[in-house]
T-cell receptor, first 114, second 111 residues
Framework: SQTIHQWPATLVQPVGSPLSLECTVE??????LYWYRQAAGRGLQLLFYSVGIGQISSEVPQNLSASRPQDRQFILSSKKLLLSDSGFYLC?????????????FGEGSRLTVL | KQEVTQIPAALSVPEGENLVLNCSFT??????LQWFRQDPGKGLTSLLL?????REQTSGRLNASLDKSSGRSTLYIAASQPGDSATYLCAVSGNTGKLIFGQGTTLQVKP
């Protein structure tokens, strides 16, 4: 069966510090990978998605970047955090071909920038 | 631009009631529609997925319907239980696979 892992689960960082959130998927190959953010009082916003190694699409201009160094690894980064980067970050995956497009989410990483 | 709206934003019902959560979307050219459940501080759990060619899906006490032409979906929960208390999110995807989410309906089922 497929599983998705995110870490760290909780992170408190000062403004201006770097960020690295990691997501890995097990039990499948060549998945589509996604990073979403859920800010307080707002819905889920798609930040990045990837259809393969090194292929990243950004949905919104922001202070964050994403990388996919391996097939089942997706990393969300920032060089200098802003207060507005606080939120709940969710990684998700879906099968690329021969699928219904169903999306499966990780447990999330809660980031607080002080 | 696709927009997804969920009504009501919050709902409180006594245990045992049947209830309906509503979701509407502005662009009927969708690939599929998914309903998710989110417990406080947790990730999203997929409940039901309806492909664009389908009209409904059922899982246990949950039934989701889709009327693509009118841009509407409903999630029906039968015989609600306190354990059903959570936020329910509706999301639609186009052929790119990217999901657009509604703001969610927060459900409280009182014992």
């Amino acid at each position: 069966s497929q599983t998705i892992h995110q870490w760290p689960a909780t992170l408190v960082q000062p403004v201006g510090s770097p960020l690295s959130l990691e997501c890995t998927v097990e039990g499948t190959s060549n998945p589509n990978l996604y990073w979403y953010r859920q800010a307080a009082g707002r819905g889920l916003q798609l930040l990045f998605y990837s259809v393969g190694i090194g292929q990243i699409s950004s949905e919104v201009p922001q202070n964050l970047s994403a990388s996919r160094p391996q097939d089942r690894q997706f990393i969300l980064s920032s060089k200098k955090l802003l207060l507005s980067d606080s939120g709940f970050y969710l990684c998700a995956w879906s099968r690329i071909s021969g699928s219904t497009g169903e999306l499966f989410f990780g447990e999330g990483s809660r980031l607080t920038v002080l | 631009k696709q927009e997804v709206t969920q009504i009501p934003a919050a709902l409180s019902v006594p245990e045992g009631e049947n209830l309906v959560l509503n979701c509407s979307f502005t662009d009927s050219a969708i690939y599929n529609l998914q309903w998710f459940r989110q417990d406080p501080g947790k990730g999203l759990t997929s409940l039901l997925l309806i492909q664009s060619s389908q009209r409904e899906q059922t899982s246990g006490r949950l039934n989701a319907s889709l009327d693509k032409s009118s841009g509407r979906s409903t999630l029906y929960i039968a015989a609600s239980q306190p354990g059903d208390s959570a936020t329910y999110l509706c999301a639609v995807s186009g052929n790119t696979g990217k999901l657009i989410f509604g703001q969610g309906t927060t459900l409280q089922v009182k014992p």
